[in-house]
């Protein structure tokens, strides 16, 4: 059975879970279930000799040609059953997955049984109450943490119930949900400042992406006790600050950067946060930095709700966003694109030649080339004689790192010591020819084929990203156009090939494979995942590129990120932080589930709620350094 019939014959299933990516349903419900369907899943159990496994509920995939059977032993008995065993069979290739949970303290659990069985199975109200009790409780309103057992118990106990004999029941005298603050509240927004010792997030990463060279002006609206401020006087740069508070008498000014850092957050009233950011942005001229604090129902739950967010203990108000509700909230205040750069910190720029520069900037590989010093002489091009080249060596140098950076013979406003190369070679091309001579294309012709693929690669994001042509591009890119691809419809299109391409997961798995095989670093995980060290992104070949860059538009820069896992075909990536990647057995800090097809983000920290990992087998990962 081709993937097109079996597609068709799963959307026919009439009864089972039904998810956007599957269909569950228990194994008295199979008489249901399409015949060819039915005969097709037989010829895979005993082609694949899984006649003799233990299973009770099929799981049918909606995206891929594949089924997994699942073994939930006390499926009847138990509330909320725990996963034993799985069996994931690829029915293109006939391969099985198996993993057990037998001896997992924290194994997968079912929860709305009556939706896998028939409606007139004999269990099928019983199953009901049993999902009417955990609704009541409120216990469903974040389905994404309770699809395992230590998660579900922990959902229980903050919402101030119990699991007593398979049922959820009210805890005595121990009730943690809060009553909502009706009416207006004296909200002391001055109480929410709060004292640094360093710089703020927002403004170490308007930093790192080189803001702060003494180039641009600086507002900081809404800057607290101006700790940021003091820190980046101290440098001598040129900035203005104002606060309603702790700076009410300054004046609010124009100035190419703007950041408007955890301001949005601590304003109650939705009319007033509106016109706060859009003023914050009517006063920058090129880029406009947004910070707000990110949090889930754990955070949310403790305090009491105000409004659209909640009021703390201090008496202040917080509005806690997901990194994809905080994304939408700016861009549909704004009409602009917000550019994610860590959780909770967003970039709008105003210069959209600025915004296609640092977009581009981004997808560059920073490679190592060999100095020309250390490269062997062919016989010097007659115009640029060998003395000239060895008397300026380090301008030499210095010019032809510029090439290979580029990919190409810079203009004369992209290197730096452009006059003094005219006057000793001539012209900037005859002094790329005379190297090309002495040297040897080897590397140039490398360096071409590296800043092609940086270029699809940022052209296929800008497409995912649905950004829109601009009428005026920077012209160092439409340089690299004109090199590169002539003309930009044509680097569009082929840009949209390579978008198209990431969508296949068997495109991922052979990428990913290749990847393998080529580095001969990492994990690869069957046809699941493969994880590989941070530091190796940009080695990867443009489809898999392209894919991690989906899933961190959505959560921003991965500075301090160690491990990639990439999952070949469920849309997501992983990302994982450990304590200090130079020891032996790092600890795993922080796990980021990035989930594509849902634009969805879950943070995972080890440091706190969750037991840190060891990780045990670091050497896989030792030739990323």
Same mark, same amino acid.
């Given at each position: 059975?081709?993937?097109?019939?079996?597609?068709?014959?799963?959307?026919?299933?009439?009864?089972?879970?039904?998810?956007?990516?599957?269909?569950?349903?228990?194994?008295?419900?199979?008489?249901?279930?399409?015949?060819?369907?039915?005969?097709?899943?037989?010829?895979?159990?005993?082609?694949?000799?899984?006649?003799?496994?233990?299973?009770?509920?099929?799981?049918?995939?909606?995206?891929?040609?594949?089924?997994?059977?699942?073994?939930?032993?006390?499926?009847?008995?138990?509330?909320?059953?725990?996963?034993?065993?799985?069996?994931?069979?690829?029915?293109?290739?006939?391969?099985?997955?198996?993993?057990?949970?037998?001896?997992?303290?924290?194994?997968?659990?079912?929860?709305?049984?009556?939706?896998?069985?028939?409606?007139?199975?004999?269990?099928?109200?019983?199953?009901?109450?049993?999902?009417?009790?955990?609704?009541?409780?409120?216990?469903?309103?974040?389905?994404?943490?309770?699809?395992?057992?230590?998660?579900?118990?922990?959902?229980?106990?903050?919402?101030?119930?119990?699991?007593?004999?398979?049922?959820?029941?009210?805890?005595?005298?121990?009730?943690?949900?809060?009553?909502?603050?009706?009416?207006?509240?004296?909200?002391?927004?001055?109480?929410?400042?709060?004292?640094?010792?360093?710089?703020?997030?927002?403004?170490?990463?308007?930093?790192?992406?080189?803001?702060?060279?003494?180039?641009?002006?600086?507002?900081?609206?809404?800057?607290?006790?101006?700790?940021?401020?003091?820190?980046?006087?101290?440098?001598?740069?040129?900035?203005?600050?104002?606060?309603?508070?702790?700076?009410?008498?300054?004046?609010?000014?124009? /100035?190419?950067? *703007? #950041?408007? &850092?955890?301001?949005?957050?601590?304003?109650? %009233?939705?009319? !007033?946060?509106?016109?706060?950011?859009?003023?914050?942005?009517?006063?920058?001229?090129?880029?406009?930095?947004?910070?707000?604090?990110?949090?889930?129902?754990?955070?949310?739950?403790?305090?009491?709700?105000?409004?659209?967010?909640?009021?703390?203990?201090?008496?202040?108000?917080?509005?806690?966003?997901?990194?994809?509700?905080?994304?939408?909230?700016?861009?549909?205040?704004?009409?602009?694109? /917000?550019?994610? *750069? #860590?959780? &909770?910190?967003?970039?709008?720029?105003?210069? %959209?030649?600025? !915004?296609?520069?640092?977009?581009?900037?981004?997808?560059?590989?920073?490679?190592?080339?060999?100095?020309?010093?250390?490269?062997?002489?062919?016989?010097?091009?007659?115009?640029?004689?060998?003395?000239?080249?060895?008397?300026?060596?380090?301008?030499?140098?210095?010019?032809?790192?510029?090439?290979?950076?580029?990919?190409?013979?810079?203009?004369?406003?992209?290197?730096?010591?452009?006059?003094?190369?005219?006057? *000793?070679?001539?012209?900037?091309?005859?002094?790329?020819?005379?190297?090309?001579?002495?040297?040897?294309?080897?590397?140039?012709?490398?360096?071409?084929?590296?800043?092609?693929?940086?270029?699809?690669?940022?052209?296929?994001?800008?497409?995912?990203?649905?950004?829109?042509?601009?009428?005026?591009?920077?012209?160092?890119?439409?340089?690299?156009?004109?090199?590169?691809?002539?003309?930009?419809?044509?680097?569009?299109?082929?840009?949209?090939?390579?978008?198209?391409?990431?969508?296949?997961?068997?495109?991922?798995?052979?990428?990913?494979?290749?990847?393998?095989?080529?580095?001969?670093?990492?994990?690869?995980?069957?046809?699941?995942?493969?994880?590989?060290?941070?530091?190796?992104?940009?080695?990867?070949?443009?489809?898999?590129?392209?894919?991690?860059?989906?899933?961190?538009?959505?959560?921003?820069?991965?500075?301090?990120?160690?491990?990639?896992?990439?999952?070949?075909?469920?849309?997501?990536?992983?990302?994982?932080?450990?304590?200090?990647?130079?020891?032996?057995?790092?600890?795993?800090?922080?796990?980021?589930?990035?989930?594509?097809?849902?634009?969805?983000?879950?943070?995972?920290?080890?440091?706190?709620?969750?037991?840190?990992?060891?990780?045990?087998?670091?050497?896989?990962?030792?030739?990323?350094?």
């Amino acid at each position: 059975m081709e993937f097109r019939e079996f597609k068709e014959f799963v959307k026919k299933i009439p009864v089972g879970k039904q998810l956007p990516d599957a269909v569950y349903i228990h194994e008295s419900a199979l008489d249901v279930i399409p015949e060819e369907l039915v005969t097709h899943l037989a010829q895979a159990i005993s082609e694949l000799k899984l006649g003799d496994k233990d299973w009770n509920v099929l799981k049918f995939f909606k995206r891929d040609h594949k089924i997994t059977l699942l073994d939930y032993p006390d499926f009847l008995e138990d509330s909320y059953p725990a996963l034993h065993t799985s069996y994931t069979v690829n029915l293109e290739d006939r391969t099985v997955r198996e993993s057990s949970y037998k001896k997992s303290e924290n194994p997968p659990i079912l929860h709305r049984k009556e939706t896998f069985i028939k409606p007139n199975h004999p269990s099928f109200e019983v199953f009901k109450s049993l999902t009417k009790e955990g609704e009541d409780a409120g216990l469903y309103e974040n389905t994404k943490t309770i699809g395992f057992k230590q998660s579900w118990a922990k959902v229980i106990k903050r919402k101030g119930y119990v699991l007593e004999d398979g049922h959820i029941k009210l805890k005595i005298d121990e009730t943690v949900e809060q009553t909502p603050v009706t009416g207006e509240v004296n909200v002391e927004r001055h109480r929410t400042a709060i004292d640094r010792d360093r710089l703020s997030v927002p403004m170490q990463l308007l930093a790192r992406h080189h803001y702060f060279d003494g180039s641009f002006s600086i507002f900081d609206y809404g800057c607290g006790k101006g700790d940021d401020v003091r820190e980046l006087e101290a440098h001598g740069l040129d900035i203005h600050s104002w606060d309603p508070v702790h700076r009410a008498d300054n004046d609010k000014k124009k /100035a190419d950067i *703007v #950041n408007i &850092g955890y301001v949005i957050n601590v304003i109650e %009233k939705r009319s !007033e946060r509106d016109s706060t950011l859009k003023d914050a942005y009517q006063h920058a001229n090129k880029v406009l930095a947004v910070s707000a604090m990110i949090a889930g129902e754990s955070v949310t739950s403790q305090f009491k709700p105000y409004k659209d967010g909640i009021i703390t203990s201090r008496n202040t108000f917080q509005k806690y966003f997901n990194q994809a509700e905080l994304r939408s909230y700016i861009e549909s205040t704004l009409e602009e694109n /917000a550019i994610a *750069v #860590n959780p &909770g910190v967003f970039f709008v720029f105003k210069d %959209k030649d600025e !915004e296609q520069l640092f977009l581009s900037e981004r997808q560059k590989n920073k490679r190592t080339w060999q100095h020309l010093t250390q490269r062997e002489r062919r016989e010097t091009a007659p115009q640029v004689t060998k003395d000239k080249i060895e008397k300026h060596a380090e301008l030499f140098n210095d010019f032809w790192k510029t090439c290979l950076e580029l990919g190409r013979i810079p203009a004369n406003p992209e290197f730096e010591f452009s006059e003094r190369i005219r006057s *000793v070679a001539g012209s900037h091309k005859k002094a790329f020819e005379a190297l090309i001579d002495s040297y040897g294309n080897e590397d140039f012709e490398q360096s071409q084929k590296e800043r092609t693929r940086d270029l699809l690669v940022y052209f296929a994001l800008g497409l995912f990203d649905r950004r829109k042509a601009y009428a005026h591009m920077p012209e160092s890119l439409k340089r690299d156009l004109k090199v590169f691809f002539n003309t930009y419809p044509e680097a569009l299109e082929t840009a949209k090939e390579l978008l198209f391409s990431v969508g296949s997961p068997e495109n991922i798995r052979l990428a990913c494979e290749n990847t393998y095989k080529r580095l001969n670093t990492g994990y690869l995980d069957g046809t699941h995942s493969y994880t590989l060290h941070s530091s190796l992104i940009n080695q990867l070949p443009p489809t898999l590129r392209v894919y991690i860059g989906c899933a961190v538009q959505l959560y921003g820069d991965i500075e301090g990120i160690d491990l990639v896992k990439i999952h070949m075909t469920s849309g997501k990536v992983t990302l994982l932080r450990y304590d200090d990647w130079s020891k032996d057995t790092p600890m795993l800090l922080e796990r980021i589930k990035i989930k594509m097809r849902d634009q969805d983000i879950d943070f995972f920290d080890y440091s706190g709620e969750y037991e840190p990992q060891p990780l045990v087998n670091k050497m896989l990962y030792s030739s990323s350094g």
